[in-house]
């Protein structure tokens, strides 16, 4: 049994962890809030830029399309892009999109494809990295950058775009966690090239109006498309950051809870111990006592 | 006539700009500057990097755009702005900075897409020079 010193230490040490446990729990949930407005304010241009999109490759007069948007007619080379947080202690917020990916990436490996991985993020490059090492081309570094702007997507994108008309690879698509409520983060995997069109909504858009393109509607598909896919990063860097400080809040919270039960633990453990101690004295006193 | 109004957003990535009822807006679209009226007919049209003047009652607001898009109809204007800053805002390092990423993106552009950029950078520069 230890002794009475030690469990005293060891009390107050899990005390100092549950201080610090709360308070990252309420910081993340403030970090959230504000993640949470991001991504809600991003949301209308993301709409919009999809309504958009879908209207213009629907029309008649889109011949030819680009490489981005019909592919370049290979499906051997997929580029992977994994997206997770700078910092740990977020639960199983980085291992479920690691998870998620690596199912994709041994599909891929049973269909015989090549793949190469893009992270965004230290601590999903930090999971990949013993095992596909070799496959890893890139790494975007978001630990300087304390809010997200379009800019640090429309940089991936770019990047991602000029690799892509290398032929340095044929599909891309990206792996990220869909916020859906503090307690509740879905890891998704979302195609960016080709990029996909919403093609059930098309119908009812011809219907409503006749545009005049100016200029013609290849052209804006060009301006467009890196656009577009920059939209898509953004957004889902914006639902990662809203879904990191929730899995974050949740995990700090358990922990939160747990030191509190370790305490009343240690603390009844405590106690007896002290009783045991002061009855062992008794115990001596009175038969000495008694012997006399 | 002049007095109609219609539904006006400016919306960029991060949020939405502005959202409001206004009675004309003008833009610089790629193939000439436009002012839009309420019941405009339906048109859609990228937009070169240059001022917009949104007119709401006699008092104009203007911001300057990047790069955007512009969807017009009879009752309701969206601009699609890559990045919007007020005219008091600006300033020729921002300009530069959008420059020297539009001449990065043209290294490894497609034919068409250098098309593109390449009328997208000389209208920046033009920009530029005039500031």
């Known amino acids: 049994m230890p002794n009475l010193k030690d469990l005293k230490n060891r009390i107050e040490s899990v005390k100092s962890t549950r201080k610090i446990t709360k308070a990252m729990q309420m910081v993340a949930a403030a970090k959230l809030r504000k993640a949470q407005e991001a991504a809600e304010q991003a949301r209308p241009y993301a709409d919009k830029m999809s309504l958009v999109m879908d209207k213009i490759t629907s029309s008649d007069n889109v011949s030819s399309s680009s490489p981005l948007l019909t592919g370049n007619g290979n499906n051997n080379i997929h580029l992977i892009i994994i997206a997770t947080s700078e910092r740990g202690l977020c639960g199983a917020f980085n291992s479920s999109i690691v998870r998620l ?30 095992e596909f090492g070799e496959n890893m ?18 940089t991936i994108s770019d990047n991602i775009i000029s690799m892509f008309l290398n032929n340095e ?39 409503i109006s006749n545009f005049v393109y100016e200029p ?64 062992n004295e008794l115990i001596e006193i009175i038969s000495g006592a008694e012997a006399l | 006539m002049s007095n109609a109004l219609f539904n006006f957003e400016l919306v960029t990535p991060e949020k939405v700009l502005m959202s409001d009822s206004v009675s004309s807006v003008s833009v610089s679209g790629v193939e000439g ?28 607001e203007r911001f300057f755009l990047t790069s955007g898009f512009i969807q017009i109809t009879p009752d309701e204007v969206v601009v699609l702005a890559e990045s919007a800053s007020l005219e008091a805002d600006l300033n020729s390092e921002m300009i530069d900075n ?34």
């Not at chain 1, 978001?142 to 809010?147: H, P, R, Y």
């Not at chain 1, 509740?184 to 960016?192: E, I, K, N």
């Not at chain 2, 048109?43 to 917009?52: D, H, V």
């Open chain 1, 101 to 130: 990916a690596k199912n994709h990436i041994n599909k891929l490996k049973s269909e015989g494809s090549q793949f190469k991985i893009l992270t965004i993020g230290k601590k999903g490059r930090e999971q990949l990295k013993r």
């Open chain 1, 137 to 154: 081309i890139d790494h975007v570094d978001l630990s300087e950058v304390k809010k997200i702007a379009y800019e640090n997507a429309s």
């Open chain 1, 169 to 207: 690879f044929d599909v891309a698509t990206i792996f990220y966690n869909q916020f859906e409520s503090v307690i509740s983060q879905v890891p998704q995997a979302a195609q960016l090239i080709p990029i996909e069109i919403n093609s059930d909504k098309i119908q009812n858009i011809n219907s």
């Open chain 1, 216 to 279: 013609d509607e290849q052209e804006i598909i060009e301006d467009l498309l890196p656009k577009a896919i920059a939209t898509k990063i953004f957004t889902a860097l914006l639902e990662n950051g809203a879904s990191e400080q929730g899995a974050r809040m949740s995990a700090m919270d358990n922990a939160t809870r747990n030191a509190g039960d370790m305490i009343d633990k240690l603390t009844i453990q405590f106690n007896r111990s002290r009783q045991a101690a002061i009855t």
């Open chain 2, 33 to 60: 500057d436009m002012t839009v009226l309420a019941n405009h007919a339906p048109i859609a049209t990228s937009l070169r990097p240059g001022y917009i003047d949104i007119n709401t009652n006699g008092k104009t």
């Open chain 2, 98 to 131: 959008v420059i020297e990423k539009t001449k990065s993106l043209m290294e490894n552009a497609s034919d068409l897409q250098k098309c593109v950029l390449a009328k997208k950078l000389n209208d920046l520069t033009n920009f530029r020079n005039q500031l």
